[in-house]
């Protein structure tokens, strides 16, 4: 079993800053990749940004410039570092890893609520 634990979300004003963090554990063998995803009530799950073992990094258009993710391969951990957040970045967020002939695994998401 892999298990993901999420942390850092919360209540923050617009244009302020929130880092979310994520540890994989358990029986882990190799991840590809880390990242998260957001879902809205209502609307679909979305990729928010992801990394991969190399370091290469992809972002949702909507947060480009103002998310950052990173990754600590040793540690199995991966962190979103969020700033200038807008009301419309309200959701809950989910981490995942995407481990090598396993599969995915998915955290338990985190609210993250930006008030205007």
């Known amino acids: 079993q892999v298990q993901l634990v999420e942390s850092g979300g919360g209540l923050v004003q617009a244009g302020g800053s929130l880092r979310l963090s994520c540890a994989a554990s358990?029986?882990?063998?190799?991840?590809?990749?880390m990242g998260w995803y957001r879902q809205v009530l209502g609307k679909q799950r979305e990729l928010v940004a992801a990394?991969?073992?190399?370091?290469?990094?992809n972002y949702a258009d909507s947060v480009k410039g103002r998310f950052t993710i990173s990754r600590d391969n040793a540690k199995n951990t991966v962190a979103l570092q969020m700033t200038s957040l807008k009301p419309e970045d309200t959701a809950v967020y989910y981490c995942y890893a995407r481990l090598d002939r396993v599969g995915t695994y998915w955290g338990q998401g985190t609210q993250v609520t930006v008030s205007s």
């Open positions: 990394i991969a073992n190399g370091g290469n990094t």
């Open positions: 358990g029986s882990i063998s190799s991840i590809n990749a």
